[in-house]
Each structure stands twice: as structure tokens, then as C-alpha cells.
């Protein structure tokens, strides 16, 4: 069936380490994987996303790495900022029919100053 | 990005009643809008699909006849949770999909609905 698992559920680093949240997919056939902030009682806010014919893209802090094989993909962040704290879903687009995006069960980013 | 805006925000009402939950996209045309659940500290589920001119396609365990869905037009749909009970009570979003980015969804900010 149409699942996304995510992982760590919590992370907690020290302001400029990097940060890394995995997660894999279970339709081969997916071919979008969109990565999603959002804060506390505020829509999700796309942050990077990435497409199957790619894998990896980079925009300044934030690069997503894509493994179609493995159906793997994983949102990295370096130099972390407090800013950054928030929660992180990612999704994967899901052929057939309206094309719907599956959400993970998000990551609770925390950087400590 | 694209602007998706979703009126009301905040919503309380009384155990029975039926609110409706609007969603626009500002700037774009979208065939296909998209509403989701979203409880506290959990993911967003997603409900339904909407689609202009046709009937919305609800996600198994939803019930249609709760959750009545609109898409009257390319920049306007709307979800309406009828006999509304507490369990209810959640934060409600919708997204719509950009045409000329493919795939690209973009959220409401979000309805909160709280039900006595």
C-alpha cells in the first residue's frame, strides 16, 4: 500500500551541526519527493523538493539526496540555526489517479543555541 | 510561491452544527485541491482529492457523506463536516497543485475547528 516512513520522529542538535532525516517510500513508482517545514499552528512550507530523474539537489543549507533504488531519500541541513527548529515532513507523490502526496510522521527539529 | 489562502482560521462551534471551511488559490488555477487532517503532533492525513467539476475522491475510512466537498470552480473548494461532533475537532488543511509546476503543492494556512 501507499506508505512513507520517516525517521529520527525527534532531533535535537547544537546550533551549526548538520541535521539528516530519512525516509523511504514504498511505490516504485513515485517520482516526486517534496520536503515540507512547518511550524507550530502554521501551514507546511515547502522547502526543497526533488524528482526522479535527479539525485541530489542543493539550495544554500539544505540538500535532499534521492536513492530510486532503495527508495530512499533524506533532507540534510548544515550549519543549523535556531531558526531551524520546527517539524519536517517529508512526502512522496503517489501515481494514479489525482497524483496525492503520502506524508511522513515528520521530525521535530530542535537546535539549541 | 503560489498564495492558497482558507477562511475561517479559527472555528468553534456546538456539537450538531455543520461549519464550512473555504479554500482559494490566489493566483493560480487549480483543477485539483487536496484537504487534510492534521491532529496535535501528528502528520497530515489526507482526506479527499478535489476536483473540478467532478466529484471529490475520499481516502478510505472517510466518510462522504460527513466531509461534503465542493470544487465549484478552478480557484475555489470547500469542505463541509456536517453534524459536527467533538471528535471532530482538528486542524483542517488544504493544498493545491500549481499546473505550471508539476506536482508542486502549496498549503492554506490552515483551519482550526473546535467542536463543544
Known amino acids: 500500500g501507499e506508505n512513507v516512513e520517516q525517521h529520527p520522529s525527534t532531533l535535537s542538535v547544537q546550533e551549526g551541526d548538520s541535521a539528516v532525516i530519512k525516509c523511504t517510500y514504498s511505490d516504485s513508482a513515485s517520482n516526486y519527493f517534496p520536503w515540507y517545514k512547518q511550524e507550530l499552528g502554521k501551514r507546511p512550507q515547502l522547502i526543497i523538493d526533488?524528482?526522479?530523474?535527479?539525485g541530489e539537489k542543493k539550495d544554500q543549507r539544505i540538500a535532499v539526496t534521492l536513492n530510486k533504488t532503495a527508495k530512499h531519500f533524506s533532507l540534510h541541513i548544515t550549519e543549523t540555526q535556531p531558526e531551524d527548529s520546527a517539524v519536517y515532513f517529508c512526502?512522496?507523490?503517489?501515481?494514479?489517479?489525482?497524483?496525492?502526496?503520502?506524508f511522513g510522521a515528520g521530525t521535530r527539529l530542535a537546535v539549541h543555541p | 510561491g503560489a498564495v492558497v489562502s482558507q477562511h475561517p482560521s479559527r472555528v468553534i462551534c456546538k456539537s450538531g452544527t455543520s461549519v464550512k471551511i473555504e479554500c482559494r488559490s490566489l493566483d493560480f488555477q487549480a483543477t485539483t485541491m487536496f484537504w487534510y487532517r492534521q491532529f496535535p503532533k501528528q502528520s497530515l492525513m489526507l482526506m479527499a482529492t478535489s476536483n473540478e467539476g467532478s466529484k471529490a475522491t475520499y481516502e478510505q475510512g472517510v466518510e462522504k457523506d460527513k466531509f461534503l466537498i465542493n470544487h465549484a470552480s478552478l480557484t475555489l473548494s470547500t469542505l463541509t463536516v456536517t453534524s459536527a461532533h467533538p471528535e471532530d475537532s482538528s486542524f483542517y488543511i488544504c493544498?493545491?497543485?500549481?499546473?505550471?509546476?508539476?506536482?508542486?503543492?502549496?498549503f492554506g494556512p490552515g483551519t482550526r475547528l473546535t467542536v463543544l
Open positions: 512526502a512522496a507523490l503517489f501515481s494514479g489517479g489525482y497524483n496525492k502526496l503520502i
Open positions: 526533488i524528482r526522479s530523474n535527479v
Open positions: 493544498s493545491a497543485r500549481d499546473p505550471g509546476l508539476t506536482n508542486t503543492q502549496y
